[in-house]
């Protein structure tokens, strides 16, 4: 069923098509900031900051701004698959492009395998068989491979599902902010807390609309990526702001008495919408979990097929699939290599430095601006401060992290350069225009 050819060997398949509008192109950041957080976010916010949780998300979105902006700008350079592999490279060479898409790629493999174990563990509830290692690490396994195969078929399907998933986890949430519209008391108060409870949980802000940047590294399976791409980031960043504060809103509003903070929207819904409610807020949280790592695993193989065609990798990863027009040889060790780390139980430790390994490459993007712009000669000077700010608060947020993180950054930057040499050996050397 299955061939893969190097890329540009082929004159029907040399790239896989561009079947993605703006509305396809709008999933992937949507997708990639709203996973597991936003069902318990609201209870912690709310636990920490009171009725400034909702301004509190705001103050969050627009300090996350900058960031998006220099992905938005950087964006309108480039056409081609890869995202921070071609922006690293474009402005300071090969070894840091590749850094950059190998630290984006490692902390995503890992964050999908996170992901998986933690959705198996919610389904357990349900049906306890799967509480075995066995049945657990079997359905890890299962799950991903279904991810696998449906990314393999089709740009267009992957969306498909995308979209459905979407859907399903957003329409719940809509549902209980009007609710507590009508069966609750909308006059939440507003009160400044304590600067010190607002230091304690405003990271929480910023880990919220991490995986935005994944819309960047398909892009040469859009339409039109030098304009869809800046307008989904801007607009779609703008948009979850608005939902977190809606239904943070709509949770303060209800006020429900849940001790368990992962279950707390639930329990809200329980309140304005009975057991319905509950359960679509349940079945919500399971699907935006699942989107999420969707999210992750169609993007994630279109950055090894942009290093693939750039000579950091092997040319194998660049094979693409002669009947579905895939990037397939990058989309199947992508699965393999997920489902590897979902059944072993050591990865654990991978995950811990999974944000600290993603703003290494938050860091390189917002610098590879100015350094662009100042190489043609017309640096903007708003452009410069985003750039400043972006990588000050990605610098903040490093600093908040462990010595164990930060070893295990070191040891994956290492493990890069050597896949790097290696490949710089034995690969043939594509040199395929940047943008």
């Known amino acids: 069923m299955f061939a893969a050819i190097p890329a540009g060997m082929n004159e029907s398949y040399d790239a ?3 079947t993605v509008g703006f509305w396809g192109t709008a999933l992937f950041p949507i997708n990639g900031m709203i996973g597991a957080g936003i069902f318990a976010l609201p ?3 709310a636990a920490s900051v009171g009725s400034f949780a909702p301004w509190l998300m705001l103050a969050g979105g627009i300090g996350f701004l900058p960031l998006a902006l220099c992905y938005a700008w950087l964006a309108r350079r480039f056409e081609n698959s890869g995202g921070p592999v071609l922006y690293g490279e474009a402005a300071f060479g090969r070894f840091v492009g590749f850094q950059a898409g190998w630290a984006r790629y490692a902390s995503a493999i890992v964050t999908a395998a996170a992901n998986t174990s933690v959705m198996v563990a919610y389904l357990a509830a349900v049906w306890p068989a799967l509480a075995n290692p066995i049945a657990e690490a079997g359905a890890i396994a299962t799950i991903l491979a279904i991810v696998t195969l449906v990314n393999l078929v089709g740009m267009s ?15 719940p949430l809509i549902a ?13 108060g507003f009160a ?18 991490m995986g935005f940047e994944a819309v960047v590294e398909p892009a040469g399976e859009m339409r039109r990526p030098r304009r869809d791409i800046p307008l989904a980031i801007i607009s779609m960043v703008a948009a979850v702001t608005l939902l977190y504060m809606a239904v943070i809103w709509g949770y303060l509003a209800i006020a429900p008495a849940v001790v368990n903070e992962d279950n707390a929207l639930a329990g809200a819904a329980l309140e304005t919408m009975g057991q319905i409610g509950a359960t679509a807020i349940v079945i919500a949280a399971a699907v935006s979990i699942a ?4 999210n992750g695993s169609t993007t994630q193989p279109r950055i090894l097929y942009g290093m693939a065609q750039r000579g950091m990798l092997p040319l194998w990863f660049a094979g693409i699939s002669k009947r579905f027009g895939t990037p397939g040889n990058a989309i199947l060790f992508t699965g393999a290599a997920s489902i590897a780390f979902g059944v072993w139980e050591g990865f654990a430790v991978l995950a811990i430095a999974g944000t600290l390994i993603r703003l290494v490459t938050y860091c390189i993007c917002a610098a590879a601006l100015p350094v662009l712009e100042h190489r043609e000669g017309k640096v903007q000077p708003f452009h410069a401060l985003c750039s400043v700010l972006a990588i000050a608060v990605s610098l903040f947020v490093a600093a908040q992290v462990d010595t164990k993180a930060i070893l295990v950054l070191a040891g994956m930057i290492g493990l890069g350069a050597v896949f790097y040499l290696i490949a ?5 050397q594509t040199e395929l225009p940047v943008a």
């Open 16 to 18: 896989p098509p561009r």
């Open 43 to 45: 209870a912690v916010l």
């Open 157 to 171: 399907r992957a969306v498909g599902a995308l979209g459905v998933m979407t859907v399903i986890k957003v329409v």
């Open 176 to 188: 209980l902010v009007v609710s507590a519209l009508f069966a609750a008391d909308p006059d939440i």
């Open 192 to 209: 400044v807390p304590e600067f010190s409870a607002v230091e304690t949980v405003v990271l929480l802000t910023f880990y919220a609309f």
């Open 291 to 294: 989107a999420n790592n969707f």
């Open 424 to 428: 710089g050996r034995n690969a043939a």
